[in-house]
């Protein structure tokens, strides 16, 4: 009888044991298969995430180049007769316009934030200006234009007649022959107060290859 109970508690242990472990390897198993299913929606997540900022980029991107389309060839016809680089103008335009999104653009055709005096032919809004080392919120007077044609002459007027208090103001700019010397001209020259706008003028002729409209 001792025998046996011995045996039928050997096979009891036996059982608990192997159930134990049946037990501890269905965790493990379920563990790691919720483990490898997490990774597996983080990564699509990731991927759905990359996939999302490149069609935004890409749309981004597809806009600016419509934007050129439309202002290059104007901007070529317009800047021939004032001694001005095209591509430094479409730069300008694109970026003190943001592509032509900026309120100024889209309802006055003001490519340049051009500033007028004319109640009857200016508007008042809010701009950034760059003042004393930091940008600041400041309200102006600026120009109605009826096309982004009579913008863009109007801004090559401006660099041929200077200004009311100097008239050889853009001088510099109007003698630079390659749109490096005259992005870094108009800095020089005292028509941006930002700091980088040369920088950021050359960046977007590169990036865009609007040296193509000096030709």
């Not at 200016?122 to 950034?128: D, G, M, R």
């Not at 096309?147 to 208090?165: C, D, P, V």
Request: include cysteine.
């Amino acid at each position: 009888m001792a025998k046996k109970r011995k045996r039928k508690k050997q096979s009891s242990w036996r059982i608990i044991i192997t159930t134990f472990i049946i037990l501890f390897l269905l965790i493990v198993v379920l563990a790691g298969a919720r483990y490898y299913r997490n990774q597996a929606i983080e990564s699509e997540q990731i991927r759905q995430e990359q996939l999302a900022r490149k069609e935004a980029r890409e749309k981004v991107i597809k806009q600016h180049k419509q934007f050129i389309k439309q202002i290059g060839p104007i901007a070529k016809k317009v800047d021939q007769s004032y001694d001005l680089l095209p591509s430094i103008t479409i730069a300008q335009a694109c970026l003190e316009s943001d592509y032509g999104q900026s309120s100024l653009s889209q309802k006055y055709n003001n490519l340049f934030g051009v500033k007028g005096t004319n109640p009857n032919t200016s508007a008042v809004l809010t701009t950034k200006e760059y003042v004393k080392g930091k940008w600041v919120e400041v309200k102006a007077r600026f120009q109605i234009y009826d096309s982004y044609e009579a913008s863009i002459r109007a801004h090559a007027e401006l660099f041929q007649k200077g200004t009311t208090w100097n008239h050889r103001q853009y001088r510099h700019v109007l003698a630079a022959k390659d749109y490096e010397k005259q992005a870094h001209a108009l800095v020089q020259d005292g028509y941006a107060t930002d700091p980088n706008y040369a920088d950021k003028l050359i960046k977007l002729i590169k990036q865009y290859n609007l040296e193509q409209y000096d030709n």
